[in-house]
């Protein structure tokens, strides 16, 4: 009984998370989000603020969690799914590529936003380290160990170094707001540069991997 209480408890948890994320996009898209509140974010999605502080520490945080939300799991589940033929590093490069590199019309007005919204969209990148260091563990045969936790923190500093460079070489065109960012520079070739110097450290997991299933 704790545990199916406990399930519910944690169903309902993401369902609000989820309700907050959704209604703050929604009045960040209708009113722009400069003019977006807490208050208003909490009220749309039926909840106080208090309990919007509980999931998100500001506005932006929460606009750009509904752009990023599915973002994490799907990379981790493509690294999960990737051939054993594949290496790590491959798999990772792979799958960080697929889920960046095609951002939609949404993503694009995020990352053109405001300084704060920016900044979030860059934080948002830490978001990673859970789900990839489960996908790592799962390749590696290794929970235990702090392996796999370390090498999803330095690929999600990679990720957000890449996306840094990418916005920070950004220039707005004379006739556009100063507020906008246009990014520019190619985000593949700036992610593949960044995953790159990870490659050996995540091939070494992988023959100490292989060692301790030989042995």
């Not at 209604?23 to 749309?44: C, K, M, Q, W, Y």
């Not at 095609?102 to 694009?108: A, I, N, S």
């Not at 936003?113 to 990673?128: D, I």
């Not at 170094?161 to 593949?188: C, E, F, K, M, N």
Request: charged share 25%; no cysteine; proline share 7%.
């Amino acid at each position: 009984m704790t545990t199916r209480r406990t399930g519910l408890r944690e169903q309902k948890k993401q369902a609000t998370r989820a309700a907050l994320r959704e209604a703050a996009l929604r009045l960040a898209l209708e009113h722009g989000p400069e003019n977006v509140r807490v208050d208003d974010i909490a009220d749309a999605a039926g909840v106080s603020p208090r309990t919007y502080n509980n999931y998100f520490s500001s506005r932006e945080q929460a606009i750009v969690a509904a752009i990023t939300a599915e973002r994490e799991a799907r990379i981790a589940e493509e690294v999960t799914a990737a051939p054993a033929r594949t290496s790590l590093a491959d798999a990772l490069t792979d799958a960080i590529l697929a889920r960046y590199t095609e951002p939609g019309d949404t993503e694009r007005f995020l990352v053109t936003a405001t300084p704060p919204l920016r900044e979030a969209f860059l934080e948002a990148a830490t978001e990673l380290e859970g789900p990839l260091a489960d996908a790592i563990g799962r390749r590696l045969g290794d929970t235990a160990t702090p392996t796999a936790p370390v090498l999803a923190a330095a690929v999600a500093a990679a990720v957000r170094i890449a996306l840094h460079q990418w916005l920070g070489t950004a220039r707005a065109p004379s006739t556009a707001p100063d507020r906008l960012v246009i990014p520019s520079g190619s985000l593949p070739d700036l992610l593949r540069a960044a995953l790159a110097p990870l490659a050996p450290a995540l091939d070494a997991a992988e023959a100490g991997s292989r060692r301790r299933q030989a042995g």
